[in-house]
């Protein structure tokens, strides 16, 4: 699973991908738009700028803004700067050099052999989806929900 810092992020860069180009955000708008506590998000978006996912300005009209259009930020890109990458096995972690306690020849393990082509379909998916498709999945459903006619008898 992704960890909840993620899933801020998601939630924040999706904000901001709604902003005209080059429109700073408050940090304190993007807490209160997105319902994220304000000093687990300063810290979120600090990673994301050294990682080239954000741009900042300091000061009275400062704020943060994309640094690269919606859709050429891939959702991988996001994930890899704040997970470090993303494995549901802990010997497929590129952070993580160990051979799993239960297996000792991970050579010949089937979990991570099968592991490995979960996790390359995962990345495949991460590296494919911009952060602009995520966006427009997000209004195409919420349309998609307005429009649902509910009969009762």
Do not use: H, W
Not at 11 to 16: D, F, H, V
Not at 85 to 97: H, I, M, R
Not at 107 to 126: H, N
Request: charged share 25%.
């Amino acid at each position: 699973m992704i960890t909840k810092k993620t899933k801020y992020a998601l939630k924040a860069l999706s904000y901001l991908a709604t902003r005209p180009a080059g429109e700073l955000v408050l940090i304190s708008e993007l807490a209160k738009e997105e319902s994220v506590p304000r000093k687990f998000l300063e810290a979120i978006l600090v990673a994301l700028r050294k990682g080239g996912v954000l741009k900042s300005k300091i000061g009275k009209g400062g704020g943060y803004m994309l640094a690269l259009p919606a859709d050429k930020i891939s959702i991988g890109k996001i994930v890899s700067i704040l997970e470090g990458g993303f494995a549901l096995v802990e010997c497929l972690n590129d952070n993580v050099k160990a051979v799993c306690d239960e297996c000792g020849d991970p050579a010949c393990c089937g979990t991570r052999l099968v592991m490995i082509d979960v996790k390359k379909a995962i990345d495949s998916v991460f590296e494919a989806t911009s952060l602009a498709d995520m966006v427009e999945r997000s209004s195409a459903a919420q349309k998609l929900k307005q429009n649902v006619v509910d009969y009762c008898i």
